[in-house]
């Protein structure tokens, strides 16, 4: 079975503009959350989506949006690029939480300069 | 607000002995724990999952939950260099994220 697989995994923007992530979940799971892990502030969530509705978000501004697609998988998007987003974003797939498991994808390094 | 707390380490233990990793929660509603390795510049990999109160073995890790102290532990027997890395306690309250501890850095030294 075909894990978590994000795309890209590696991206370097410049301030100001705007960025599009990809996460396509383990096949079967409907959940996705998205999180963001600095040095700093360690994993924080940013959103979850199960059957293309967000069901719960985090303490993100605006400029962070996400959805789901009929098939899962799912996007987030930052726009207007701050310095303060660099960061790895992580995607995790889960059949249907709480009380199951999250398995993370390896990441998109993201780099604002 | 809900917190996970955790020992940032770093935690040394020699080769072959045991290493003790703690968390506490803050939220008594939380349901679901988990703990996650993470390699320096990888993701995290979900080592245990543990839902009621007791003991959970796999292989050389055990998870402890204490519901009443709000208290989780993961134990490592037999620990070995290639387990050196960053152990984060995670937690699930009934919602659907999970909050996360900011890790125990673990050295295991051979």
């Known amino acids: 079975k075909a894990g978590v697989t994000q795309t890209p995994r590696y991206l370097i923007k410049t301030r100001g503009q705007q960025v599009t992530l990809s996460c396509s979940p383990i096949?079967?799971?409907?959940?996705v959350s998205w999180y963001q892990q600095t040095p700093g502030q360690g994993l924080q969530f940013l959103f979850e989506?199960?059957?293309?509705?967000?069901?719960n978000k985090g303490n993100f501004p605006g400029r962070f949006s996400g959805r789901q697609f009929s098939n899962s998988r799912s996007e987030m998007n930052v726009s207007t690029l701050e310095l303060g987003d660099s960061a790895l974003y992580l995607c995790a797939s889960s059949e249907n939480p709480p009380n199951t498991e999250a398995f993370f994808g390896q990441g998109t390094r993201l780099t604002v300069v | 607000q809900k917190e996970v707390e955790q020992n940032s380490g770093p935690l040394s233990v020699p080769e072959g002995a045991i290493a003790s990793l703690n968390c506490t929660y803050s939220d008594r509603g939380s349901q679901s724990f988990f703990w996650y390795r993470q390699y320096s510049g990888k993701s995290p990999e979900l080592i245990m999952s543990?839902?009621?109160?007791g003991d959970k073995e796999d292989g050389r890790f055990t998870a402890q939950l204490n519901k009443a102290s709000q208290y989780v532990s993961l134990l490592i027997r037999d620990s070995q260099p290639s387990d050196s890395a960053t152990y984060l306690c995670?937690?699930?309250?009934?919602?659907?994220?999970?909050?996360f501890g900011k890790g125990t850095k673990l050295s295991v030294i051979p």
């Open positions: 989506y199960f059957s293309e509705t967000q069901r």
């Open positions: 096949s079967g799971h409907r959940s």
């Open positions: 543990i839902y009621s109160n």
């Open positions: 995670a937690v699930r309250a009934g919602s659907y994220q999970l909050t």
